[in-house]
């Protein structure tokens, strides 16, 4: 039987103005829209799962109280990923404040407590401990640019640099990544 | 048959495979840059290692992601349950402004006396509301109502 076609994709000012009014299905969809690669972004930058999880919930609730203030409904991923991302950032100082260093406990996923997996498990696997080696900026400016596909303006908006910078960041990161890629695979967890 | 390139602009062009990529040179180098990939295999080749690798970044998805995002989706939309958005604000009109003009208006209306249709009723009242709404303050109105307000609060 050949798959069911996906139903369009609805507008997302049609479905904030919908949000506004009171429908929760409407506010179902964004979530679901978004949620997966607002919390892959989380992932890279807080490492720990289960915080990850934590501040996309916050975000999410956060986002849903101060709707009304979105003005560009376009510019709803990059508003996400503001609050995402400077909650983040308040738990990272928490962290700091209680000695911990942000990645510290960086966490095998599921895919490497599993031997014996595809190669191209195993081959993502070493790419995502090489991109928890990168610098914060440049993990979050690579994330932000190949995986939220924001340009270099909306980048530097976001985080409060310059383009020059962002594509600096982004330029160097990718440049360590494949010259990382490149050594025998040694995890953060093994230094 | 195809030119073979200098070393030299396979060097230049390699230094910035990540601008090339990511579409982030001049129109003129660009077109430039993608004249040589098509001459040069092993540029070609270098060139479609980056795409790969950012083909690969995007799939670094821990295998667990769909699993917790999930779980995140269900639990604020139960929360959201108990809240409701703000409504979108009265643009940049104050809320004191409107409350200000308020006064001003029940200030106007005393001044002429109580009007009919507060208190009378059928026919009187719809008369009577109609000649207040003759009466209303024009906005240049309101806004002496105001400076007058504010002079005598001052």
Same mark, same amino acid.
């Given at each position: 039987m050949p798959p069911a076609p996906e139903p369009p994709r609805l507008d997302e000012s049609d479905l904030i103005a919908r949000v506004?009014?009171?429908?929760?299905?409407?506010?179902?969809?964004?979530?679901?829209?978004?949620?997966?690669?607002?919390l892959a972004t989380l992932r890279g930058a807080l490492s720990n799962r289960e915080d990850a999880r934590e501040v996309l919930q916050e975000t999410w609730l956060r986002a849903y109280a101060n709707l009304a203030r979105l003005r560009e409904p376009a510019q709803l991923r990059a508003w996400l990923l503001s609050i995402a991302l400077n909650l983040a950032r308040a738990r990272h100082r928490r962290a700091g404040e209680r000695g911990l260093e942000p990645g510290d406990a960086l966490e095998p996923s599921v895919e490497a407590e599993h031997e014996g997996h595809l190669e191209r498990g195993e081959e993502l696997e070493t790419l995502r401990a090489r991109m928890?080696?990168?610098?914060?900026?440049?993990?979050?400016? !690579?994330?932000?640019?190949?995986?939220?596909?924001?340009?270099?303006?909306?980048?530097?908006?976001?985080?409060?640099?310059?383009?020059e910078a962002s594509r600096a960041n982004y330029y160097q990161g990718l440049k360590h990544l494949k010259l990382a890629l490149q050594r025998p695979t040694r995890t953060r967890t093994e230094a | 048959m195809n030119p073979t390139p200098l070393p030299a602009s396979c060097a230049r062009l390699q230094g910035r495979l990540e601008a090339l990529a990511d579409h982030g040179l001049p129109a003129l180098e660009d077109a430039r840059d993608r004249g040589h990939l098509e001459a040069c295999a092993a540029c070609r080749r270098e060139y479609d290692a980056e795409l790969a690798l950012l083909a690969a970044i995007r799939a670094v998805v821990p295998a667990?992601?769909?699993?917790?995002?999930?779980?995140?989706?269900?639990?604020?939309?139960?929360?959201?349950?108990?809240?409701?958005?703000?409504?979108?604000?009265?643009?940049? !009109?104050?809320?004191?402004?409107?409350?200000?003009?308020?006064? !001003?208006?029940?200030?106007?209306?005393?001044?002429?006396?109580?009007?009919?249709?507060?208190?009378?009723?059928?026919?009187?009242?719809?008369?009577?509301?109609?000649?207040?709404?003759?009466h209303l303050p024009s906005w240049a109105d309101v806004v002496r109502g105001l400076e007058n307000l504010s002079r005598g609060l001052s």
């Open positions: 506004l009014a009171g429908e929760r299905e409407a506010f179902h969809v964004l979530l679901q829209r978004h949620s997966a690669p607002l928890a080696e990168l610098s914060a900026r440049q993990r979050e400016v !690579v994330d932000l640019r190949v995986n939220h596909e924001l340009s270099h303006a909306e980048i530097a908006e976001l985080l409060g640099i310059s383009e | 667990e992601l769909e699993a917790d995002s999930a779980r995140v989706v269900a639990h604020v939309l139960a929360r959201s349950a108990e809240l409701r958005p703000a409504r979108r604000r009265m643009g940049s !009109v104050p809320l004191v402004l409107l409350a200000a003009a308020a006064a !001003v208006l029940l200030l106007f209306l005393l001044e002429n006396q109580a009007p009919d249709f507060v208190v009378a009723p059928g026919e009187r009242r719809l008369a009577a509301l109609e000649g207040v709404l003759e």
